[in-house]
């Protein structure tokens, strides 16, 4: 009733062939916040969608990248963090690799040849529009470069150009999507506001700054950054504060003396 789902989308996204019995199909979904990016691998029941592995691009801070969580470069990242996670969750990390040496040609693990098939699943934008070089895609090519198999083309890659006429063939320029992928254009913009407005640069770009990140230090933070994720893709979960809670009817007393109002289950 929110109108926050494509139900017919949906419905052929979930679907599953009736031969293949209780097979699970995987979907990754893919959705940017105001500050971040979250990429999840997920399947539908009848109860709801049961999530299987998930990464946020705020946990890029732990690989190095202080800040632009939501950028290209960082649903990249993000793409490549819950593909690597998920594989070593299956015991498939060490069978599919991936592609560790990024060029930003188009790659597909099922064209590789293998004993084991890839761990299959398949792309969920929600109500996002899906335009050529959109973020989205940044997720996707991360989490198949990561090893995932996901059936995709590349027209909607950084870099494509269709044809102009009929007959002619498409371009890809493999060298502006690898530019994407490695920040580039955030290096390019920080030069250009640092000659320009260098008040507004320091506030644009204060984290960067605080990190000792410069424009020529972009690019080594995203190769550095895809290297430790494949090194140690775990989640770390957050220290528990210790607080408990006592209930009296509604009234929840917390030990740090702290209260609220919670209604008891029916």
Aim: charged share 35%; hydrophobic share 30%.
């Amino acid at each position: 009733r929110e109108g926050k789902t494509d139900y017919r989308a949906r419905r052929k996204m979930v679907r599953q062939d009736k031969n293949k019995f209780n097979n699970k199909k995987y979907r990754m979904v893919v959705r940017f916040t105001n500050r971040k990016c979250v990429c999840q691998i997920m399947y539908a029941t009848i109860r709801g969608d049961m999530v299987v592995a998930q990464a946020s691009s705020a946990e890029l801070e732990k690989y190095g990248i202080p800040a632009g969580h939501k950028n290209y470069a960082a649903a990249y990242c993000t793409g490549l963090l819950v593909a690597r996670r998920v594989l070593k969750r299956f015991g498939l990390d060490e069978s599919f690799k991936g592609k560790e040496e990024l060029d930003g040609e188009d790659y597909h693990v099922e064209d590789e040849e293998g004993d084991q098939r890839p761990f299959k699943c398949i792309l969920d934008v929600g109500l996002q529009t899906t335009a050529t070089g959109h973020r989205m895609w940044g997720a996707l090519k991360g989490a198949v470069d990561g090893g995932l198999h996901i059936p995709h083309t590349n027209k909607k890659f950084p870099g494509y150009k269709a044809p102009e006429e009929k007959g002619q063939d498409a371009e890809y320029d493999a060298e502006a999507h690898k530019d994407k992928i490695f920040g580039v254009h955030v290096k390019e913009y920080m030069e250009m506001l640092a000659e320009e407005d260098p008040t507004k640069y320091e506030a644009h770009f204060s984290k960067y700054i605080e990190a000792d990140i410069d424009a020529d230090k972009i690019e080594d933070m995203y190769t550095e950054a895809h290297s430790k994720i494949r090194e140690e893709p775990d989640h770390e979960p957050a220290e528990k504060k210790g607080i408990t809670h006592t209930r009296e009817d509604e009234q929840m007393t917390s030990s740090d003396g702290t209260t609220h109002v919670r209604s008891a289950k029916l």
